[in-house]
């Protein structure tokens, strides 16, 4: 079991900028539509956007939960919530750069970074792709807030391909970078992307009515207000020791009676089945609760 500090969690958990929030896009949604969904949001309690998250689920073991997530307009505060997501498909532009596996053929005349006569943007397109094509080249490479299971750069509906080099046809065939070449392609396909609805819930109406919200449904245990054993105080002083950012407790199964004590004052034991019974890495985390006068976030992690 980990414990991670929760600095300020009323502020932490209370969204006032969503330009903070990327896109799952290679290439960002603009700032000024950001804002736009957000007020729209609060204004009309719902909002589908496609490839943005405002809100966040996860697995808590077997069970699907919402991470809270809090908004305010400067006036109120509200709970925002996931409503749908599904898959719908668009027809966009996308760019890439395939890695050339073989030797540079005669008559090969390739660029090189950086390519003065693209625009700005391309030059953000390109370098986009070049990172995409680092990702194909070491899977280990993790590129963030790409699309899932693209390696290319998607022109999504914020992004003018009309105003693009990049597509129909690239102003250049091959790419020279480092010792790799690429060939640049554009494509026009139908893409899977996820839409997602958020709604709304008020929930105050004063920032002390909203902090004793997050109080009453976001926090699991004050553990000043429970009588603990030697054996859970234990557990809790090594979970949140903060080396170097949070703390660490493990053991081997069966489950201890200090674990087993913290775990029912975080309300996880009821989702906890034997050890026995898990067949692969089981997370349960989100758990906040307040230890020594600090608010903590708990995960559970069960190895089988």
């Known amino acids: 079991m980990s414990a991670y500090s929760v600095e300020e969690p009323f502020k932490a958990l209370l969204l006032t900028d969503p330009t903070g929030h990327r896109a799952q896009f290679a290439i960002d949604y603009p700032a000024e539509y950001k804002r736009t969904v957000y007020d729209e949001l609060l204004a009309s309690g719902s909002v589908t956007v496609l490839n943005y998250q405002l809100a966040y689920e996860y697995e808590f073991g077997s069970e699907q939960r919402e991470r809270p997530q809090f908004a305010t307009d400067g006036d109120r505060y509200y709970r925002i919530h996931v409503d749908t997501v599904r898959t719908v498909e668009r027809d966009w532009w996308e760019f890439y750069l395939d890695l050339q596996n073989g030797e540079q053929s005669d008559g090969t005349d390739p660029v090189t970074v950086p390519i003065t006569s693209l625009s700005d943007r391309d030059q953000q397109l390109l370098q986009q792709a070049m990172e995409a094509a680092a990702a194909d080249r070491d899977p280990a490479i993790d590129v963030d807030d790409r699309e899932p299971g693209s390696r290319g750069v998607t022109y999504h509906h914020h992004l003018d391909s009309e105003a693009s080099d990049l597509v129909p046809s690239p102003p250049f065939e091959y790419l020279q970078h480092n010792d790799h070449l690429f060939e640049a392609r554009a494509e026009q396909d139908t893409i899977p ?89 089981t997370t349960f985390p989100n758990m906040y609760a307040i230890y020594d006068g600090s608010w903590y976030e708990f995960e559970l992690a069960v190895y089988p």
């Not at 002390?208 to 207000?225: G, P």
């Not at 775990?263 to 050890?275: G, K, S, V």
């Open 193 to 281: 992307v996820t839409e997602r609805t958020f709604t709304v819930e008020q929930i105050a109406e004063s920032r002390s009515d909203y902090e004793q919200h997050v109080r009453d449904t976001v926090l699991e245990v004050d553990f000043s207000t429970v009588s603990l054993s030697s054996a859970a105080t234990d557990v809790l002083d090594t979970a949140t020791d903060g080396r170097p950012v949070s703390g660490f407790y493990e053991e081997s199964p069966p489950m201890s009676d200090g674990l087993d004590a913290v775990l029912t004052h975080l309300n996880a034991t009821d989702h906890i089945r034997e050890h026995s019974d898990y067949g692969e890495y």
